[in-house]
T-cell receptor, first 114, second 114 residues
Framework: AQSVTQLGSHVSVSEGALVLLRCNYS??????LFWYVQYPNQGLQLLLK??????LVKGINGFEAEFKKSETSFHLTKPSAHMSDAAEYFC????????????FGAGTTVTVRA | GAGVSQSPSNKVTEKGKDVELRCDPI?????LYWYRQSLGQGLEFLIY????????KSGLPSDRFSAERTGGSVSTLTIQRTQQEDSAVYLC????????????FGEGSRLTVL
């Protein structure tokens, strides 16, 4: 079975600082990994996904994530935080492109200080 | 429609009452999913529909929970004899078949059981 663990339920960063959100996965097969973002009072939307192509994946709004098999990690980063990045971020995993059941982490809430 | 639509957005009910939550997916999306988001926890998979059939109901917490989908479109999640532990945000998502994890989420229905 696949699962993900997000380290840190809350992250606070200053505007312009690096955003780093940690996600470690557990999977018996090469995983498909995703980051979703949920802005206040909105549904989740896909930020980026890893599907066994390039290990460095670029997403929307300047976010990127790197798949590291040796560390079983898929951390999300953004070089310079913007106030609009305040949201909740979820890491998710599935076993394949045809696996309908995504397993989500508990989420990390990001606050951005002016 | 333009996005996944869920209703009601908020529902407060008394313990023991039945509730129905509705999801209207994106037009043309054949796959539909229900997840539950409880405070401080990740998204918990409930059920998945491909067309009108539900191949996987394993996530439904108890026999008080049921869901149906008609016409390959609208889905209803029904909770009978609600309990306080049912309080959560119920999220619906849809996708173009098994779309490699790219789920499109609604804004959710927040259920509070008093």
């Amino acid at each position: 079975a696949q699962s993900v663990t997000q380290l840190g339920s809350h992250v606070s960063v200053s505007e312009g600082a690096l955003v780093l959100l940690r996600c470690n996965y557990s999977s018996s097969v090469p995983p498909y990994l995703f980051w979703y973002v949920q802005y206040p009072n909105q549904g989740l939307q896909l930020l980026l996904k890893y599907t066994s192509a390039a290990t460095l994946v670029k997403g929307i709004n300047g976010f990127e994530a790197e798949f590291k098999k040796s560390e079983t990690s898929f951390h999300l980063t953004k070089p310079s935080a913007h106030m609009s990045d305040a949201a909740e971020y979820f890491c998710a995993v599935s076993a394949s492109s045809n696996d309908y059941k995504l397993s989500f982490g508990a989420g990390t809430t990001v606050t951005v200080r002016a | 429609g333009a996005g996944v639509s869920q209703s009601p957005s908020n529902k407060v009910t008394e313990k023991g009452k039945d509730v129905e939550l509705r999801c209207d997916p994106i037009s043309g999306h054949t796959a539909l999913y229900w997840y539950r988001q409880s405070l401080g926890q990740g998204l918990e998979f409930l059920i998945y529909f491909q067309g009108n059939s539900a191949p996987d109901k394993s996530g439904l917490p108890s026999d008080r929970f049921s869901a149906e989908r008609t016409g390959g479109s609208v889905s209803t999640l029904t909770i009978q004899r609600t309990q306080q532990e049912d309080s959560a945000v119920y999220l619906c998502a849809s996708s173009l078949g098994l779309a490699s994890g790219e789920l499109f989420f609604g804004e959710g229905s927040r259920l509070t059981v008093l």
